[in-house]
């Protein structure tokens, strides 16, 4: 009897001492410690094949990295395990992006939008920001102008959204929007560069 309790007890401060020394991949992602997270989450899956919280974490950690090729990858890894996993759908449109692979992107964001519009939490806006983004590099500056109106509706508090919204209605020829976009980013933040510098541009047509 006292045998089998020392063993129980021995077993129990073993799982305590290995959950304390368990390194957490979110914990190390969200302060940068993007390296260590990659080497943590492929561990897991080596483990694990099907957990995709892992697969998750590990392609946020990927972009976070840079390495956008390799998140791409694990991205389609994790999806062949849960096809409509939003937070693998959204990444593997950064993943993209930053790839140059503009109309796949395009796709991964608004299958996401579609998916993630109404959750609590979710990246809609940072999506429609990407994909603003990306109709900038198309010359599609009308494009670009409902994306950005659509990410600063989400998430109305970030100058470099604003800045960016004025820059497509700046290059749109809409001068008197495009001043009100960059108004707000100044307001948001009075020493945003870009936005002084743009208003300074198409203050010259409004006069």
């Given amino acids: 009897m006292k045998r089998s309790l020392l063993v129980l007890v021995l077993s ?7 959950a304390q020394g368990k390194k957490d991949a979110l ?11 990659i080497t943590v989450c492929e561990e897991e899956i080596k483990n ?3 957990h995709i919280d892992s697969y998750v974490v590990l392609c946020w950690s990927l972009v976070g990295n840079r390495e956008y090729a390799r998140a791409e990858q694990r991205a389609y890894d994790g999806l062949k395990i849960e096809r409509y996993d939003i937070r693998l759908i959204e990444v ?14 395009l796709k991964q964001f608004q299958e996401y939008i579609s998916i993630a519009n109404d959750r609590t ?3 809609v806006g940072v ?4 994909m603003g983004e990306i109709y900038i590099r198309q010359t599609k500056f009308q494009h670009a102008d409902i994306a950005f109106s659509a990410a600063v509706r989400k998430e109305p508090n970030s100058d470099s959204w604003w800045t960016r919204l004025g820059y497509a209605r700046e290059m749109a020829g809409n001068y008197a929007e495009s001043l009100a976009a960059y108004n707000e980013a100044l307001r948001l ?11 300074e541009r198409v203050s010259e047509y409004i006069r």
């Fill in 12 to 18: 129990v401060l073993g799982f305590s001492f290995f």
């Fill in 27 to 37: 914990v190390l992602y969200r302060n940068g410690n993007f390296k260590e997270a």
């Fill in 48 to 50: 694990d094949p099907s």
């Fill in 92 to 105: 593997l449109g950064e993943a993209k992006f930053y790839l140059g692979k503009n109309e796949e992107a």
């Fill in 121 to 123: 939490g979710s990246r």
């Fill in 127 to 130: 999506a429609y920001y990407f």
């Fill in 189 to 199: 933040n009075p020493s945003k560069t870009d936005a002084v510098r743009g208003k």
